[in-house]
């Protein structure tokens, strides 16, 4: 997917039959993280081939929504603030069960510096996203996250203002 309407057609063919599937499924909130939200955010240099999400799913609903690239790896493998919900930004859509949400900007590029992949390094440089990111907030956050030494974020945040937050400033 490299275009938010690929990315919300998705959204809206699984919004569609999730209903029939699940009849007593009334709302289902997802939270948009990863390449995904590059995208929806209008840094349309990001190309993704799926969708990662953060929910609380049971297993047969995430099959479901797989099979619509919208899966929900990421809760496993990034590093998030226990205060990111109240920063996240509602994604309006035509979805009448999937509710939909993403992070803000600066919980998006801190998720991706706790993965501290190459490629994740890369998605925040060359999408630009840091130009648009609120460096107060980022640093805040970071602070909180360092406090609790996820998954040795203090490192990986220490690293990533040596090589990168340090030249942009």
């Not at 929806?40 to 690239?69: A, C, H, M, P």
């Not at 990111?84 to 590029?109: F, H, I």
């Amino acid at each position: 997917m490299n275009t938010v309407n690929e990315v919300m057609e998705n959204f809206l063919m699984a919004d569609q039959f999730i209903k029939q599937v699940f009849p007593n499924l009334d709302r289902l909130e997802l939270v948009v993280v990863g390449g995904a939200s590059f995208l929806l955010k209008g840094f349309d240099n990001k190309f993704t081939l799926d969708i990662d999400t953060i929910t609380q799913l049971d297993s047969d609903v995430l099959d479901y929504l797989e099979s619509f690239s919208i899966n929900n790896a990421s809760s496993e493998v990034i590093t998030l603030s226990e205060t990111y919900y109240e920063r996240t930004v509602a994604l309006p859509s035509q979805c009448k069960v999937l509710d939909l949400r993403m992070l803000c900007n600066e919980d998006l590029v801190l998720a991706k510096v706790g993965r501290s992949k190459r490629s994740d390094i890369d998605d925040i440089l060359e999408t630009g996203i840091l130009y648009e990111t609120n460096l107060e907030l980022l640093n805040t956050i970071a602070t909180e996250l360092e406090s609790k030494n996820y998954d040795n974020f203090k490192n990986k945040w220490e690293d990533f203002k040596r090589t990168v937050l340090y030249s942009f400033e």
